[in-house]
């Protein structure tokens, strides 16, 4: 069992950045590849990025490539935290952000077509001015 917990999101005008916080607890989630959905009123959902379990291999969507970056502590077995640094922020980055966890030993292959095993809350950004 993975718990998931995010925080970080909020209103930031275009151009500006946020960074998005994903508290993920368990007695295996050291063992499982970690990363972000979004999810647009009106859109389907988006694989945004992914992080493997000893960060050899990540995923950025096309249209986050360059802006976003995620990154991961595995300072503990039990509780990971996986960040995405969002800079260069634009109105179409607008969506509810799912943190996900996937695996175990998933290496994020084909990302944005996997269902995730367990899912956070979600938080909500807003790029507006």
């Known amino acids: 069992q993975v718990q998931l917990v995010e925080s970080g999101g909020g209103l930031v005008q275009p151009g500006g950045s946020l960074r998005l916080s994903c508290a993920a607890s368990g007695s295996t989630v050291a063992n499982y590849a970690i990363g972000w959905f979004r999810q647009a009123p009106g859109k389907a959902r988006q694989g945004v990025s992914c992080i493997s379990p000893s960060h050899e291999s990540t995923y950025y969507s096309d249209s986050v490539k360059g802006r976003f970056t995620i990154s991961r502590d595995n300072a503990s077995n039990t509780v990971n935290t996986v960040w995405l640094q969002m800079n260069s922020l634009k109105p179409e980055d607008t969506a509810v952000y799912y943190c996900?966890?996937?695996?175990?030993?998933?290496?994020?292959?084909?990302?944005?077509?996997?269902?995730?095993?367990?899912w956070g809350q979600g938080t909500q950004v807003t790029v507006s001015s």
């Open positions: 996900a966890a996937e695996g175990p030993y998933y290496h994020c292959s084909g990302w944005p077509l996997r269902r995730g095993d367990y």
